[in-house]
């Protein structure tokens, strides 16, 4: 197995973050990390400097400055991908950063694994207002790609480690894809039958600050897309035969959180049809609960319905 790994970073205005992402690209435990490409998309800040730091650096790892005019998160990413040498290629966001042995962790699950084109780990939620920092893990079963998609999980751009031929074969990023752009490309993966390992070992810090984030500035826009490509998984499943009992549990639990956050959101028409639809495949008490289903809601939704059990969180939550 080709064992080069190029280290991916788009940039726009983050020079508060962006020399901790290079430092830890450059600081990362397996030997053939070739290179580091970072594209800035047209920042206004003073990023260009901090990254130029690193370019000019005796480091025996090349660090490479692109420079573009603004064209967005995935037409950078897209630029990467062309750019970079390595067979298996990683994708950092320039406000976030690795841990040290996260690639290495990676490489030596796919040199086991040769018929996987990429490997995902869980990232760490670091809160930059209070400083808290906790693992966003899988639900079990963690070694089940689909189960995951289906609940949303912790699928992160920063978690995966991808072969490069693989995301190339499958169209690079979609350059018009305004929220869950991961989950927009590995569902076409999985569509094309790639296959993609899961691992519960954390390897990348995950900042949340601010509230720039187009899930937190449109979050109906978010649960659309997501309802949307989940339902384009479910109709290949189905057509293939391979909705178990499990994956529809997981999509009876996702359909009924997105209802939850529609509502919350102000959508009560949406929510009240994602209630209606997350009953289709079945009906299902859920144990362990979850944060978007704790017991006591289930329970009150088994009991008075949906939308009533939703008015009755609403008194307790006031």
């Known amino acids: 197995m080709n064992q080069r790994v190029s280290i991916l970073i788009p940039c726009y205005n983050a020079e508060r973050w962006i020399a901790q992402a290079i430092q830890s690209a450059l600081e990362q435990t397996w030997p053939d990390v070739m290179e580091v490409i970072v594209v800035d998309d047209g920042s206004t800040d003073g990023s260009d400097s901090r990254i130029e730091a690193f370019t000019s650096s005796s480091s025996d790892r090349a660090v490479r400055l692109v420079k573009s005019n603004h064209s967005g998160g995935n037409a950078a990413r897209n630029r990467l991908l062309e750019l970079a040498a390595g067979e298996w290629v990683q994708y950092l966001d320039a406000d976030d950063y690795l841990l040290p042995d996260k690639v290495a962790y990676q490489m030596r699950l796919l040199a086991a694994n040769p018929d996987w084109d990429g490997a995902c780990s869980p990232v760490i939620l670091r809160d930059e207002a ?48 305004p929220c869950c752009q991961e989950h927009e490309l590995l569902l076409r993966l999985l569509l094309a039958g790639r296959r993609i390992g899961l691992t519960n070992e954390p390897g990348t810090v995950y900042r949340q600050y601010g509230t720039g984030t187009v899930s937190r500035k449109d979050p109906m826009r978010t649960i659309r897309e997501r309802m949307k490509l989940t339902d384009c998984l479910v109709g290949s499943l189905e057509t293939a035969g391979r909705m178990t009992q499990t994956y529809r549990r997981a999509l009876f639990a996702s359909r009924l959180e997105s209802a939850r956050s529609a509502w919350a959101a102000g959508d009560t028409k949406l929510a009240q049809a994602l209630a209606k639809k997350a009953t289709d495949t079945g009906v299902w008490w859920l144990s362990p609960s979850t944060p978007g289903l704790p017991y006591r809601y289930q329970m009150a939704r088994w009991m008075f319905g949906f939308e009533k059990a939703e008015r009755l969180a609403s008194m307790t939550r006031s």
Not at 150 to 176: H, M, S, Y
């Open 130 to 177: 209070s400083g808290e920092q906790r693992p966003f893990q899988f639900e079990e079963p963690v070694d089940d790609i689909v189960y995951q998609y289906l609940r949303w999980g912790r699928l992160q751009t920063n978690g995966f480690l991808f072969r490069r031929q693989a995301l190339l074969d499958a169209g690079g990023w979609k350059e018009d894809q």
